[in-house]
């Protein structure tokens, strides 16, 4: 925009140019690196209309010198203003440097990488260079591009950046991260040990039978001590049922008085279903 | 609660009567009244969109800006003046302190006159550089005025202001050329993010001061588009601070003048531009207001947001880790005379953060719908897998808006004991549970045998 602005004031400033217009003319630029001699290094003569094909490059030490005789029509005077502009294109950020111009309009400055601000440094394209000449009264200043400043940094010296101050913009976003959840074995292992877990029970029954476990005197017992027999191993199996509705549904306010009766019923009857066995253990049927 | 609510509902009413926000009391500190007739057009401008003027010179007896420790002004404007100082009344302090208390102020420079000390420490004091010395001002060979400034150069002919950068919205736009005379340019500092520019300058403008007898800008004050014309502060508590660098940008002769921009001739558009200056810096357009913020665990039924003020927001106090939420907030903004939905500018959103001590979530809002005055931004998501106390918190902050800063507090619980996965849904328990029950099994078999089994044969046969 600013660009655009600019080169607009510039087709305005060309067409009133009627009487005078600023230029300047014996424009050189000089890199020089540093411990090189005066007067030594590569010089390129600039001129107002055509910028340079080339992008100068000014590495970390180098000396960039800039000499102008600024002119005023034909005649070289000392105007108000006389700047080297630079500008990044990314950031749109400017800087100016004053030439300093004696009264017969020769003009000089000198820049080195100190005298650059960080962004510049940085920059990855390269700066565009610009001369700006103007001053009061009716002559029409110029403002011409002349050259491309590349910054070339040694990569071996770290650049102290400094902390980017803040400013309030939208923020990056920030998605929390959950933990994993949990994960369980593959399910045919799982399936493969529960089921030689549950096959340990026909296995131990088996062996038992084998032994010569037997339930005959089931009858006997009933037709002796019917009602504890029958009450104790209810409550016996009324218990697991307890434990098995706590398992999947009960609290443990509905679980403990449950229990409770259940465990009366079990300690009552149980005496009494216990003293039948042990009658028929004394009667030796054990 | 309510009275919180019933309050805001007056403050709308009242709002709806007023022109700005923040009040209509607006004083205007100059010398007399021919200087007055000057800035006419503008006074006349204010106080046609409903602001009540009261008109004192810098060190009149009357003057105070507080009265019982409470502000006796919304808004200030500070003309300049001839007189050197602008008295005890108008310290940098009183002004800092008027602004603490969310008065807005608007400064005038004019190279003409010195800026007072007050002046200049009370913009030192903000991060705003303004030239020391008395007469600089700012020129540009390229876009001057050539009726007016055909030989100084001085008088600057200037587009109105484009968007600052990307996703902050442009209050100052417009059509026209805003010729400014003989402006104090002034440089903001790097580090307050609080500081704005409204109005650059060209990017071959430079400052410099007519009274250096040398023949050429050896040492300019600053250069190029790094000279503001008219900056902004606006602090924490949204008060807000202008400065135009240019005093005579506000006067009648220069609010509808022919000039000339190289050898085409143009209108001045003063007085639209400083009608947008004033309008932002006394807090008519850039205001932003909070509604209804409301926040309810997702069972997968959208809520309709109640936007009615006369429903409390009923939010709820706690949330389990890892279940999902649903956020909604109402936000509008004062656009002159009334309420309008807030719309962010293109590149820029309304973030959400949930968090403790540090943001675990930061969300985009997208607006979900709109009521007549208002917009309904939301976003949905799932609460953290951490316990502890959160922040639902809305922290907007935007250079030429008023700052929003809204936190909700609830509570994230962990699981409850009975809202874990039951063991049979996870297959690894399995072998443990077949182990449970072969044991139970096993028992129950071993009690049957141990109470009815008869003596075995095979026994009695070894024996």
Known sequence: MRFLLSSFFLAGASTVAAASSWSFEDATLTIQPKGAGVGTGDKVQLVPELPLAKPVSLGTTDTLKLLLTATDGKSAKRPHQAFLTLADRSSGLEDSFVLKVKDNGKGKVELTQKDLPIQFLTSEQPLEASIVIGSFGSSAPLKAKVFELDVTRDPNTPLAVPEKPLRYAVDKEIHHIFKDDPKSPPKIITLVFAAAVTACLPVLLGVWAALGANLSHLTKAMSNAPIPHALFFGSILAMEGIFFMYYTSWNLFQTLPAAAIVAVVAFLSGGRALSEVQERRLAGLR | ?463
Not at chain 2, 62 to 67: G, N, P, Q, V
Not at chain 2, 102 to 126: D, H, Y
Not at chain 2, 238 to 261: C, P
């Open chain 2, 1 to 463: 609660m309510r009275w919180l609510l019933s309050l805001l509902l007056l403050g709308y009413l009242s709002a709806v009567q007023a022109l700005s926000v923040a009040g209509t009391r607006l004083l205007v500190v100059l010398e007399d009244g021919a200087e007055r007739e000057k800035y006419g057009a503008f006074l006349g401008d204010l106080e046609a969109r409903g602001f009540h003027i009261t008109t004192e010179a810098p060190k009149s007896d009357s003057l105070s800006l507080f009265k019982h420790g409470e502000r006796t002004y919304d808004h200030v404007v500070l003309l300049p003046c001839l007189a050197k100082g602008l008295g005890p009344a108008l310290s940098a302090n009183v002004l800092l302190d008027f602004m603490k208390k969310e008065g807005n102020v608007l400064v005038a420079l004019s190279s003409e006159r010195s800026t007072p000390a007050a002046v200049q420490s009370l913009l030192l004091e903000l991060d705003i550089h303004i030239p020391s010395d008395k007469g600089a001002l700012v020129v540009d060979h390229f876009n001057y005025d050539s009726t007016s400034a055909a030989d100084k150069h001085d008088v600057l002919l200037l587009p109105y202001p484009t968007t600052l950068k990307t996703g902050v919205t442009n209050y100052f736009g417009g059509d026209g050329l805003i010729a400014v005379p003989r402006a104090v340019g002034q440089t903001l500092g790097n580090e307050s993010p609080l500081t704005a520019p409204i109005l650059r300058a060209p990017c071959t403008a430079y400052s410099y001061n007519p009274k250096d007898e040398a023949d050429s800008a050896e040492d300019p004050f600053a250069t190029g588009s790094q000279l503001n014309i008219v900056s902004a502060m606006q602090a924490h508590n949204s008060a807000r601070l202008t400065v135009i660098g240019s005093a005579e940008m506000l006067q009648n002769a220069w609010f509808a003048e022919k000039a000339t921009l190289s050898g085409k001739a143009v209108k001045t558009a003063n007085r639209d531009f400083a009608e947008k200056v004033s309008a932002w810096a006394f807090k008519e357009v850039g205001v932003l207001k909070v509604g209804k913020l409301v926040h309810y665990q997702d069972e997968g039924v959208s809520k309709k947001v109640n936007t009615s003020v006369a429903i409390p927001e009923n939010n709820p106090k706690i949330y389990r880790i890892k279940s999902d939420v649903t956020f909604a907030v109402e936000i509008s903004e004062y656009d002159k005379t009334h309420y309008v939905p807030f719309v962010p500018p293109e590149g820029d959103a309304i973030q959400l953060e949930f968090s403790m001590l540090s943001p675990f979530h930061r969300l985009n809002l997208r607006p979900i719908s709109q009521t007549a005055n208002s917009t309904i931004f939301g976003t949905s998501f799932r609460t953290p897998d951490q316990h502890g106390i959160f922040n639902f918190r809305i922290n907007y902050r935007r250079p030429f808006v008023t700052n929003i800063d809204e936190k909700r507090q609830v509570t994230v619980r962990h699981f409850a004991h009975d809202e874990w996965p039951r063991s049979w849904q996870i297959s690894g328990a399995w072998v443990w549970i077949a182990g449970v029950w072969v044991t139970v099994a096993g028992w129950i078999a071993f009690v049957a045998v141990w109470l009815w089994s008869a003596p075995a044969n095979t026994v009695k046969k070894t024996q």
